[in-house]
């Protein structure tokens, strides 16, 4: 008896997880239904979401094991840069590997400059945007930036959902049946208790940035191939690229509910859904970070005391039952 209460209380925590991002397109649909009860508006919002939802799943990795990394944007322009002037002699396969190599190479820079100098994943961040900007403008002015249309197939129906999916797949099944991921969650549940188990928890933190490395390559390729063009940022823009992704992957690791990697497709989804529907709405850009994070602030405020709020209705509504005579 008591499983089957267990197992009906997880299934209906589940739909009303998958319901969150529909429930916030349903409110807006009311708003404006000339705009979002069009299936064209849906697969676009779908589209737009899914290169925040690869760079969110770059994230998880890092983001389990308490590591927070503003540099992934900088770390896409310049291996974007790579991938275009490799395809330039080599054609997609060149974008690919450049795209793949680069991402991989910047990212164990990164790592090792957390791993080797012990300084706050934060920090390192910080440090390490400011660098990747600054190659990535110097880039820029030394070569000519030329994206062929070959490579849009990768932002475009059905490349960008072939990508997706892969990623998908590839991410489940690091984060959920292998060695790496169920150390990253034992250290992300306690550090010192998977130290005492023989966890080599800087190790593993500076294999995220590797793995992490290796989806963000995928995300570049997203990205360019949507884009169709690519620019460099100054003066830390471009840590603006990670907002979003990020934002996606706190919800996912909040929905308790939910497997994380599924929770930042969930988180990401509807963030770029809130996003749109501030736009729709004519709401001025400067509101709609405040409006955004308004939502993350409430949202994961509710889950982090969903139990809490639970008992307090509970009680309340004990203490509402009328006595028999």
Wanted: net charge positive; with cysteine.
């Amino acid at each position: 008896m008591i499983n089957v209460k267990s197992k009906s209380i997880s299934i209906k925590a589940i739909l009303l997880t998958v319901l969150l991002p529909i429930v916030v397109y349903a409110v807006l649909s009311c708003f404006r239904p000339d705009i979002y009860l069009q299936k064209s508006t849906f697969i676009m919002l779908l589209t737009q979401a899914l290169s925040n939802v690869i760079i969110g799943w770059s994230m998880v990795f890092g983001m389990s094991v308490g590591l927070f990394d503003f540099s992934v944007g900088a770390r896409i322009l310049l291996a974007a840069f790579f991938g275009v002037h490799m395809s330039q002699r080599f054609g997609i396969a060149g974008f690919v590997i450049g795209c793949i190599v680069a991402s991989i190479i910047i990212a164990i820079l990164t790592g090792l400059i957390y791993a080797s100098l012990k300084i706050p994943s934060i920090i390192t961040g910080f440090s390490a945007l400011l660098i990747f900007e600054s190659l990535a403008v110097m880039y820029q002015n030394r070569i000519t930036v030329i994206i062929g249309d070959d490579i849009s197939i990768f932002g475009t129906s059905p490349g960008i959902y072939i990508v997706s999916v892969i990623t998908f797949i590839a991410v489940y099944a690091l984060f959920n049946n292998t060695k790496f991921g169920y150390q990253i969650k034992a250290i992300g549940g306690n550090e010192a208790v998977a130290k005492s188990m023989g966890i080599n928890s800087v190790k593993i933190k500076l294999l995220t940035y590797v793995v992490g490395g290796l989806i963000l390559a995928f995300a570049t390729m997203v990205k360019v191939g949507y884009a169709g063009t690519i620019t460099a940022r100054t003066n830390m823009s471009s840590m603006s690229m990670c907002f979003t992704p990020m934002m996606g992957v706190m919800i996912g690791l909040y929905i308790s509910s939910c497997n994380p990697v599924i929770g930042v497709f969930i988180g990401s989804f509807t963030i770029t859904i809130v996003s749109s529907g501030l736009v729709a709405l004519g709401i001025e850009s400067r509101l709609q970070n405040v409006v955004v994070g308004i939502f993350l602030i409430l949202f994961i405020g509710w889950k982090t005391n969903f139990y809490r709020i639970q008992e307090l209705i509970r009680k309340r509504r004990h203490n509402n039952i009328p006595l028999q005579e």
